[in-house]
């Protein structure tokens, strides 16, 4: 058994998301796999992607894994990354697709003619670092060290407890065109600007999942991979 699984279905840069993960916690097995026994069998799954969502969705069909993340987000840690967030929603504006529908909502695109405070047109897609300014409400989750986790520092009262450590408005990689409008506002667990705020990080129950790439975030993306390898749902 591997203590986490990085779920393959051949969208994304799987290999740095591994590495991240390692080195938060260096005696943790990880797994990048597209065995579905595998990743039922995993302690935790991690579920990156990039790329077109009908590609994704197909791929992941093709490869046989669809109910193996989906007995995996309600069953055990998990933490979705980028369209790995996205494809946990009920239908993307791109390609006009269904997700897998384990979140209630819609991933839809900005807007063509995109503009900042002083006018400047922004470029679509959102690519490069933005501040996260999460939303405080009640943690459903308690952390407790693992082997090579290392310790952890107390985060703002009534953040999820995947914000440990994390600073309020803390800067993370951001590439993307869509976001996601969940329906439902209390799985809602962090907003960034562009210009207009948008949902950057879910939550409910055991399943964590955010836009930006942690992997990619320097050490406040570590530190919240690292509080997710500590994770201990409710």
Same mark, same amino acid.
């Given at each position: ?5 990085v779920?393959d279905?051949g ?7 591994q590495?991240?993960l ?5 005696n $943790? ?5 597209d065995? !579905? ?10 579920f990156? %992607?990039? *790329? ?17 993340v989906?007995?995996?987000? @309600?069953?055990?840690?998990?933490? %979705?990354?980028?369209?790995?967030l996205q494809?946990? #929603?009920?239908?993307? !504006? /791109?390609?006009?697709?269904? *997700?897998?529908?384990?979140?209630? %909502? /819609? ?5 063509? +003619?995109?503009?900042?405070? @002083? ?6 897609p ?5 501040r996260?300014q999460?939303?405080?409400q009640p943690?459903?989750? $308690?952390? =407790?060290?693992?082997?090579?986790g290392?310790?952890?520092?107390? *985060?703002?009262? %009534? !953040? ?7 600073? @309020? ?5 951001f ?9 439902? +506002?209390s799985?809602?667990?962090? =907003?960034s600007?562009?210009?207009q705020? #948008?949902?950057?990080?879910?939550a409910?129950?055991n399943? #964590?999942?955010?836009? #930006?790439h942690? +992997? ?9 991979? @690292?509080?997710f ?6």
């Amino acid at each position: 058994m591997v203590d986490i699984a990085v779920v393959d279905y051949g969208m994304g840069n799987l290999r740095s998301v591994q590495q991240a993960l390692r080195k938060v916690a260096p005696n $943790t097995s990880v797994s990048v796999t597209d065995d !579905a026994k595998i990743i039922a069998g995993a302690k935790r799954v991690v579920f990156p %992607g990039q *790329g077109a969502m009908p590609d994704c969705m197909r791929e992941l069909d093709a490869r046989g894994l669809r109910q193996a993340v989906l007995d995996a987000a @309600q069953n055990k840690p998990f933490f %979705g990354i980028c369209i790995g967030l996205q494809m946990l #929603f009920d239908h993307s !504006a /791109e390609g006009d697709v269904p *997700g897998l529908g384990i979140l209630s %909502g /819609e991933v839809v695109r900005f807007a063509s +003619e995109l503009k900042d405070a @002083q006018g400047n047109k922004l470029k679509v897609p959102h690519m490069g670092w933005n501040r996260v300014q999460r939303i405080n409400q009640p943690p459903q989750a $308690t952390i =407790t060290p693992s082997s090579g986790g290392g310790g952890l520092g107390s *985060g703002s009262i %009534g !953040a999820h407890i995947l914000w440990n450590g994390i600073d @309020q408005n803390s800067r993370f990689y951001f590439v993307h065109s869509y976001y996601v409008r969940p329906h439902d +506002e209390s799985v809602v667990q962090a =907003t960034s600007d562009y210009p207009q705020p #948008f949902v950057c990080a879910v939550a409910r129950d055991n399943l #964590f999942a955010v836009q #930006f790439h942690p +992997e990619k975030s320097a050490a406040a993306g570590l530190r919240l991979l @690292q509080n997710f390898v500590n994770w201990n749902p409710v």
